[in-house]
């Protein structure tokens, strides 16, 4: 008769190949390949990063290690029983399009509060429950960063899709709105290491076409993830509309994004010959701009990025007679108009802002695209 042991390792090798079972190679959650993490009351195959906010969670799932923790009959025919597939089809029935499924590169609120709406919330089994984002229309108060004096001071913010707008008040009896931010040039992407707070978020929109930057946060997590979403849905039936023929598979990416490079570079002015100063750079889609804190309300500049269709290329390196930069690692932007110079601290960052730039150059420009290349030309 075997022992209690030797049932252990077959059950644990048994686990080990449902692992194999299509669906479970990847984390039923955020798609990180080979889980060795499973919620055994759940019936899914977890990563280790997902199983640590399934733990939050303990009321509802209970994680196991695929690999290391003894399993009993009973679990192992109860996860063979279901499955990630299986699961995902339960608990994901009725996502709306617009709602933002995190991968594992995404921060952990974003994460989490999918894994809460996912299995405690239940919001994709019952639509009633979807109402905080999908209605068109959400107002609250946000903790907003002070442009001048960087506190945050709680601030009433209106989404309305109706009017097409996100706007906030200075006061919470103001009639008038300190600011409106139409929908058609929002963005939103979580921040939580720039801002230094796990609910941080980056509001960004185009005023008189230069960027303009808010930064907000609210306590509860879910709170913030709403309004995340209710932007998302706001821009999803705006491009609907405005992109009528428009499939919603070419729609979906316009909605939010997040930025392509961020970081420190040194750069000279226009003319070449001042010093070079250490700025922070942010590549947002075209738009390269610059900040002397990464918390700035507006960029000190931006720089139109163009396709090499168009006569833009990323050279590795300053010209020779350049002097000035502390940083040894050159990158010179050629446009058709003149050349930006910049300089990075060390050679990977050199490389990655090159991969960045080079990205950009690759992609052809879109129809748009050239009325915001012809803007940057003619600015004073």
Not at 10 to 38: F, S, V
Not at 56 to 83: H, R, T, Y
Not at 207 to 224: A, L, Q
Not at 287 to 310: C, H, Q, T
Request: charged fraction near 25%.
């Amino acid at each position: 008769m075997a022992s209690g042991q030797e049932k252990n390792v077959d059950r644990r090798q048994r686990m080990r190949q449902l692992l194999e079972k299509p669906g479970n190679g990847t984390c039923a959650d955020c798609g990180a390949a080979d889980p060795e993490w499973a919620s055994y009351t759940l019936g899914v195959f977890v990563c280790q990063s997902c199983s640590g906010l399934h733990r939050n969670i303990a009321q509802i799932s209970k994680v196991k290690s695929v690999l290391l923790d003894p399993w009993s009959a009973a679990e192992v025919e109860f996860m063979d029983s279901v499955g990630n597939i299986s699961a995902n089809a339960k608990y994901e029935q009725i996502v709306p399009a617009f709602f933002y499924q995190p991968t594992h590169k995404d921060c952990t609120l974003l994460r989490e509060q999918w894994i809460r709406a996912k299995y405690e919330r239940k919001e994709f089994i019952c639509v009633d429950k979807q109402e905080p984002y999908s209605t068109g229309y959400r107002e609250g108060f946000l903790w907003k960063r002070g442009r001048d004096c960087g506190q945050y001071l709680s601030r009433k913010f209106i989404l309305s899709e109706r009017e097409g707008v996100l706007k906030y008040f200075n006061k919470h009896d103001a009639r008038e709105p300190k600011a409106i931010m139409k929908i058609n040039t929002v963005n939103a992407t979580f921040q939580p290491t720039k801002i230094g707070t796990a609910h941080g978020l980056q509001i960004t929109y185009l005023k008189d076409n230069s960027t303009r930057n808010i930064f907000v946060y609210h306590e509860d997590g879910k709170e913030m993830v709403d309004w995340f979403n209710a932007i998302r849905a706001a821009r999803f039936h705006y491009l609907q509309v405005a992109f009528p023929g428009a499939p919603t598979s070419e729609l979906l990416p316009k909605l939010t994004r997040n930025y392509i490079k961020e970081g420190y570079m040194e750069k000279t002015g226009p003319k070449q010959t001042e010093g070079f100063k250490k700025r922070w750079f942010t590549m947002d889609d075209r738009r390269l701009m610059y900040f002397k804190d990464p918390l700035d309300a507006y960029a000190r500049g931006e720089v139109f990025i163009g396709s090499k269709e168009n006569s833009y290329t990323v050279l590795s390196g300053l010209p020779p007679s350049i002097q000035g930069s502390h940083w040894q690692f050159g990158i010179t932007i050629v446009t058709p108009d003149r050349k930006f110079l910049f300089a990075c601290e060390t050679e990977e960052d050199q490389k990655d802002w090159i991969a960045a730039f080079q990205t950009v150059l690759n992609r052809p420009m879109l129809p748009q695209e050239y009325a915001v290349e012809a803007y940057f030309k003619h600015k004073p």
